[in-house]
């Protein structure tokens, strides 16, 4: 990009002008003789052979206007003219710089950290990834008004029932699965706890379960715990496909990563 396009680009109402310079007026061998004159170059000395252009006349009267004012200025000699448009040339990047720099401020971007602006318009997209999410938040997030749960001995004699069966299926060690009689203690346990994945509390509308901590064992007292339907949420409402890679996909779809069905 050049630099007039970015100052026109990123300031708003472009309104420095970028100087003109006869860069083909003069060459290595008579540099000191060309610019210690101090009459204005000619129109001619702005044709560029490089880019086949020829300074427009409207431009070329912007340009004796800038040398009579810099005259007026105790300005001697087209090295003063030099100095002025190298300064032009850097000042009229300052505007830029500061949007750029208030823009990635906005979205608290280090710049340092990057090493191009390709790469700091990279982290604004991350940024805008992850503006909603709250570091300390609960997910999968939903709103839940319903009645603290409470164990009814009907509910839990159904739990008992469909731990031992899902136990049997999967050949499991039942001998020491939670019983009937346990209806007391978990009682206690579910209403003085919250889930032990995802910290929500229980309600009918998110009744709790029971999640074994060694998945090969069965489900005995001491190797169960207290959890939500969090462990049966899929992978899908977790990390939603369409923002993962390929091989991440089937790396969360692996054996590894399936979620507990209890
Ligand atoms: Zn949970």
């Known amino acids: 990009m050049e630099l007039k396009q970015a100052a026109k680009d990123f300031v708003n109402g472009f309104d420095d002008r970028k100087g003109m310079f006869p860069y083909e007026a003069f060459n290595i061998d008579n540099v000191y003789e060309v610019l210690s004159k101090s009459e204005p ?3 001619e000395d702005f044709n560029s052979s490089l880019k086949k252009t020829k ?3 409207l431009d070329y009267q912007i340009y004796l206007e800038d040398v009579k004012r810099l005259h007026q200025h105790r300005v001697k000699n087209r090295w003063d003219y030099l100095q002025f448009y190298d300064e032009q040339d850097t000042y009229i990047m300052i505007k830029p710089l500061m949007t750029l720099i208030n823009l990635q401020f906005k979205y608290k971007i280090d710049m340092f950290s990057f090493m191009s602006m390709e790469a700091c318009s990279n982290a604004i997209k991350y940024v805008k990834a992850y503006e909603d999410i709250d570091v300390n938040g609960v997910y999968p997030k939903f709103e839940d008004n319903s009645q603290k749960f409470y164990l009814t001995e009907n509910y839990w004699q159904s739990k008992v029932k469909g731990y031992l ?3 049997k299926h999967q ?3 039942s001998t020491n699965n939670v019983q009937d009689s346990d209806y007391n ?4 346990l579910f209403k003085g706890s919250n889930c032990s994945i995802c910290g929500c509390k229980f309600t009918f509308d998110n009744k709790p379960t029971l999640d074994k901590i060694d998945n090969s064992k069965g489900h005995s007292k001491d190797n169960v715990q207290p ?3 969090c462990t049966r949420v899929s992978l899908d409402n977790l990390y939603p496909q369409s923002t993962l890679t390929k091989s991440y996909q ?3 779809n692996s ?3 399936t979620p507990k069905l209890n």
Request: glycine share 0%.
């Open 165 to 167: 069966s899902q136990d």
């Open 185 to 188: 203690y978990f009682k206690q």
């Open 255 to 257: 054996s590894q990563m």
């Open 250 to 252: 089937s790396y969360l």
């Open 227 to 229: 959890c939500c339907s």
């Open 55 to 57: 300074i427009s006349e």
């Open 171 to 173: 050949k499991r060690d």
């Open 41 to 43: 170059f000619t129109m």
